[in-house]
């Protein structure tokens, strides 16, 4: 256990190399309120907030040269010489940044729960106001904002809300597909709704949002992950198929659970679905595929699926199946007893 951050003690316990009238070394005082301040941070301290408990730089230098502490920001140190953990980067980043920052992006979104592609352990997402010193090197990655930070507090630090760490992580993701399962992935979770994002967005400005726009376009309609969007680019190119309704919960009338079809053709009674590995279904955990496609079938609808990889490398044979199929049912409209529903409470984005 490191003296002076968690033993109780009233002083750090060791001699500074700051010599006082004969050469004597002096030992300096920590209070009991700055070590209180330092534990409480997690080790962490500022050079300003020393400097409040009357401590100076000769101190902190002795023990900087000895590999006692360490200097992770300007101005902000760690009170142990190992690697800094990844709480107390945050802490320190926001200790750097001042009280108007927030933890941002995929640092965010994983306090929140919400794993995304862009997230890295070694790395800190931080958002500043325009003109803030806090500047993106090493570990550290700052995202400066004229728009208002609205966070979510903690008793150390202060997140980013979700609606606008969503969009912060999709605006860094590489690939529109990731941008989409960024979002997709919130919405499914019911962490966002489409409409905090549309109201995070207006927030953003417009700098590098090209990619978040498309992203927003296509969970705006109803889509739900990165093979939806490949799928309605797909039924877009029919001169047949109208587009159908995305994400559209049924009641089969069965007495089950309601079902999510990911493309519904009501004039048909035509629905689809892609059965991609990680986003298929919103009601995956309740029912197997096989079930829900039996209990589809029972209800007289017009059951179509295919696979991510077939819609990338067969694109053009399951659009001509979809368009044979709904040429053959169309006009008959949906079987009795079906019914369109809301999303149920635990689904709803």
Not at 68 to 76: G, K, M, S, T
Not at 154 to 166: I, K, N
Not at 177 to 187: C, D, K, S, V, Y
Not at 268 to 292: D, I, K
Request: glycine letters at 10%; proline letters at 5%; charged letters at 20%.
């Amino acid at each position: 256990m490191r003296e002076g951050v968690h033993s109780g003690r009233n002083r750090i316990g060791w001699y500074d190399a700051v010599t006082q009238g004969g050469g004597m070394p002096r030992r300096v005082d920590f209070t009991p309120a700055l070590l209180a301040l330092i534990a409480r941070q997690d080790g962490v301290i500022a050079m300003w907030q020393l400097a409040e408990h009357g401590v100076g730089w000769a101190p902190v230098r002795s023990r900087l040269t000895r590999g006692e502490w360490q200097r992770v920001l300007p101005q902000i140190l760690v009170t142990h010489g190992g690697e800094a953990t990844r709480r107390q980067r945050m802490i320190a980043a926001q200790l750097w940044a001042g009280p108007d920052a927030g933890i941002d992006a995929a640092s965010a979104c994983n306090y929140f729960g919400l794993r995304v592609k862009s997230f890295d352990p070694g790395r800190v997402d931080l958002v500043t106001p325009f003109g803030n010193p806090a500047r993106t090197g090493g570990w550290l990655r700052v995202r400066r904002t004229i728009s208002e930070i609205e966070v979510v507090r903690t008793p150390l630090l202060r997140y980013v809300v979700p609606p606008m760490a969503v969009l912060a992580a999709a605006r860094s993701a590489h690939t529109e597909a990731e941008a989409i399962a960024t979002m997709a992935r919130a919405l499914q979770t019911g962490l966002v709704s489409v409409t905090s994002l549309q109201a995070a967005r207006e927030m953003m400005g417009d700098k590098w949002c090209r990619r978040v726009d498309r992203a927003l376009v296509a969970v705006g309609v109803g889509l739900r992950s990165p093979s939806e969007k490949l799928f309605r680019d797909l039924v877009l190119s029919s001169r047949i198929l109208p587009e159908p309704k995305w994400n559209q919960w049924l009641d089969l009338g069965d007495g089950g659970c309601p079902i999510c079809a990911d493309g519904l053709w009501l004039e048909a009674g035509m629905l689809h679905e892609v059965n991609g590995r990680t986003y298929h279904g919103w009601a995956e955990g309740f029912e197997t595929t096989s079930a829900r496609t039996e209990r589809v079938v029972a209800a007289d609808l017009i059951s179509t699926q295919s696979t991510t990889q077939r819609l990338r490398r067969e694109g053009a044979v399951v659009l001509q199946n979809l368009e044979r199929t709904y040429q053959r049912h169309a006009g008959r409209g949906m079987p009795p007893g079906v019914t369109l529903i809301e999303p149920p409470s635990w689904a709803a984005a």
